[in-house]
């Protein structure tokens, strides 16, 4: 992926692109997690990795809306738009892969690097400056000469804010071209992390970006956000550190109530899980099979959804609940030939692989 | 868990209940329902059954109908196999274990952990009555607000 500062519209709209393929890239990963765990242990880490994700699922629903407000068109079906794992995040951190695995400490540890807290300072220094490196970056959706990185998640955020303050400023109320019905509101997601916001100026596209950046990392370095609720980062650190945070508390020194972590109850999944390894044919197989069909479906329907059918977000609620209950049978089967590993869904529709 | 004794079962299950392997691991249940039983009748009991399975099946080989034959004259017709064999049936469609018959306990003087009980809650939600039916546990699997508007998308056995 190579990003360039955000000089035009089109420079906007594709980092609102990057945007939603990243936050889409960090799902599988905590779903497949969350789903390794056994039936009834870790009620507590289940609830942790859970909120994460259904909140990671409102910030693809965000960028969607401020993507169409610019006028852009999201489209989660493209083959690309879901990396093939391990894989690195879309925006750019070179430095750690994530991948599809069983919850563990490690696991853990990459959803820590996912949600680190931005630590550079202003303009120029959040970016790195690198060589594009083949293969280790999820496609360009269109390349530009230079190749700028990102240190974590909250920097790239920064420079979409940036990005539309500049274009605000030049084009004024013009930037947001978008017809609002593409605007996916209250009516049609609810009780999925917080209250969806509705793009449809500066003011609201700001509120939209500070919701990510907020519940990702917390509040100007704090480890909550506006609302008092605990950032992604600090979150699953807890489970690491097998405490829980309360207000008041400093990051790193939780003293809330102890969170027990029974690291054993855990399905052992194949990392990063492929269709390829399902060749021997029988149910497994076809599980397999149709779960990646019903995610592709499901992309489908997203992308239906955001561009201009708000009300198929509806449906595809209930696309979801089917997605964990396959996800859930797949994973408590083991693989054939493989002692002591399990099969995971692999996350993909099945579509060939695009040729470049 | 020994592994011999886990295959058994889950083959033993499969027959008794019509349900694939595959699905029966996808309930997450038969390391649970494997304990509750051998907490209930023993290891010697549990032992019998499933060696009793293992002949029975194979002196059927692909024979379905000897298999079924089989399995009702030497284990459902069986004084000691067969309440067991069908607390098992029971255990995989409703997740609770039923306490034996007084004559099996009486004759067992059973000392097992044999009281009627919910195995986990999970054992419920799992259950494969759900399934069978063509319902969603009521009160748990959540399907989403207004899924009640569109027929239940269950995966038939």
């Known amino acids: 992926m190579s990003l360039r500062r955000i000089a035009t519209v089109e420079d906007l709209q594709q980092y609102l692109h990057v945007a939603m393929q990243l936050e889409h890239a960090t799902i599988p990963p905590y779903l497949t997690a969350l789903y390794s765990m056994h039936p009834t242990a870790n009620a507590d880490a289940y609830r942790v990795i859970r909120v994460v994700a259904v909140e990671e699922m409102l910030h693809l629903t965000l960028s969607a809306n401020i993507l169409n407000a610019v006028g852009g068109t999201p489209d989660l079906s493209a083959n690309s738009f879901v990396p093939v794992y391990p894989a690195r995040l879309p925006d750019g951190e070179d430095d750690f892969e994530v991948g599809t695995r069983a919850f563990s400490r490690d696991t853990i540890e990459t959803f820590l690097k996912i949600e680190r807290p931005a630590v550079a300072g202003e303009d120029d220094s959040r970016f790195v400056s690198r060589d594009r490196s083949a293969g280790a970056l999820l496609p360009a959706v269109d390349a530009h000469e230079d190749s700028l990185h990102f240190f974590s998640i909250g920097e790239f955020y920064a420079e979409i804010g940036e990005g539309l303050e500049r274009l605000h400023h030049e084009m004024g109320e013009g930037l947001f071209c978008g017809d609002p019905a593409r605007q996916v509101g209250p009516a049609y997601y609810y009780s999925g992390g917080a209250a969806i916001v509705e793009v449809t100026d500066a003011s609201s596209a700001a509120a939209a970006l500070r919701v990510i950046s907020e519940q990702g990392e917390g509040l100007g370095g704090g480890i909550f956000d506006e609302e008092g609720e605990l950032a992604h980062y600090y979150r699953f650190q807890q489970l690491l550190l097998g405490r829980h945070y309360q207000p008041g508390d400093e990051a790193g020194s939780p003293t809330g109530p102890a969170l027990d972590v029974d690291w054993d109850a855990v399905y052992p999944v194949v990392p990063d899980s492929a269709l390829d390894h399902y060749t021997e044919p029988g149910e497994l197989q076809d599980a397999v099979t149709a779960f990646s069909r019903a995610y592709g479906d499901f992309l489908t329907r997203l992308t239906e959804a955001f561009n201009g059918r708000p009300d198929l977000l509806l449906p595809a609620v209930v696309d979801m609940f089917h997605i964990r209950d396959l996800a859930s049978q797949i994973i408590r089967n083991p693989m054939p030939g493989r002692p002591g590993v399990n099969a995971a869904p692999v996350f993909r529709g099945l579509a060939p692989v695009e040729v470049a | ?157």
């Open chain 2, 1 to 157: 868990m020994n592994d011999e004794l886990h295959e058994a079962f889950l083959d033993l299950s499969s027959t008794l209940t019509g349900y694939s392997r595959f699905r029966l691991l996808g309930t997450g249940q038969a390391d649970p329902y494997l304990s509750t039983t051998r907490e209930a009748v023993g290891e010697e009991v549990l032992a019998e059954l499933l060696n009793t399975y293992t002949d029975v099946h194979r002196d059927a080989g692909d024979d379905e109908k000897a298999l079924d034959t089989g399995l009702r004259a030497r284990i459902l017709s069986d004084r000691l196999l067969g309440p067991v064999a069908r607390n098992v049936i029971k255990m995989w469609f409703v997740g609770t274990w039923y306490e034996l018959p007084q004559e099996w306990r009486d004759v067992q003087a059973t000392r097992g952990h044999d009281s009627t009980h919910v195995v986990s809650p999970a054992s419920y939600t799992e259950a494969l009555l759900w399934p069978t039916i063509g319902a969603n546990p009521p009160g748990a699997k959540a399907q989403g607000f207004g899924s009640w508007a569109a027929p239940p998308t269950i995966d038939a056995p």
